[in-house]
């Protein structure tokens, strides 16, 4: 049982089922910040924003713009679950898992597509953002299962 203080307060880590647990909100704005990035990225690259694709070498934009329409989705699909996800977390929703899953698996074709097409010179950064899905899909399926996401 855990230890309280005078005012019935718990000292450890015990919590009321569905109460969400500090560190929920830390990795749900983290993740909301993380995926922001990554929605700002689509959607300028999209409206071809000059001052946004004016950083992309030509030829890499050139094989952007030449991407199969499943590539691009996959992208779509990729970016905006996490973020949707992330936005599902913040609102304790459930739904939260579902988007992640779509957004890892979509992201997994769509980098293996930009590898193949020589957009991506090393595999760091497409590993750290499916580390960070993962993680995220991880999480959301923990809080589900604890009663914080409903």
Same mark, same amino acid.
């Given at each position: ?17 569905g109460?969400?647990?500090?560190? /929920? ?12 990035f ?8 999209? %409206?071809?924003?000059?001052?946004? $694709?004016?950083? $992309? ?7 952007i713009?030449?991407a ?15 973020? $949707? ?14 988007? /992640? ?9 769509? /980098? ?12 760091? %950064?497409? %590993?750290? $953002? %499916?580390?960070?899905?993962? /993680? ?15």
């Amino acid at each position: 049982m855990a230890e309280t203080l005078d005012e019935g307060i718990a000292l450890d880590d015990e919590r009321a089922p569905g109460v969400a647990p500090w560190h /929920f909100w830390a990795i749900a704005a983290v993740g909301m910040v993380w995926n922001s990035f990554g929605a700002l990225d689509y959607t300028m690259t999209q %409206l071809r924003n000059p001052a946004w $694709i004016g950083q $992309i070498d030509p030829a890499m934009l050139a094989t952007i713009e030449a991407a199969p329409i499943w590539a691009t989705a996959c992208w779509a699909l990729g970016v905006w679950g996490s973020f $949707i996800g992330s936005l599902l977390m913040l609102m304790r929703n459930r739904h939260a898992v579902s988007a /992640f899953a779509i957004s890892f698996v979509s992201a997994v074709i769509s /980098f293996a597509w930009q590898y193949s097409a020589g957009l991506i010179s090393t595999p760091v %950064l497409p %590993l750290v $953002i %499916l580390a960070a899905v993962a /993680f995220l899909w991880w999480y959301s399926a923990r809080m589900r299962g604890e009663g914080v996401l409903r």
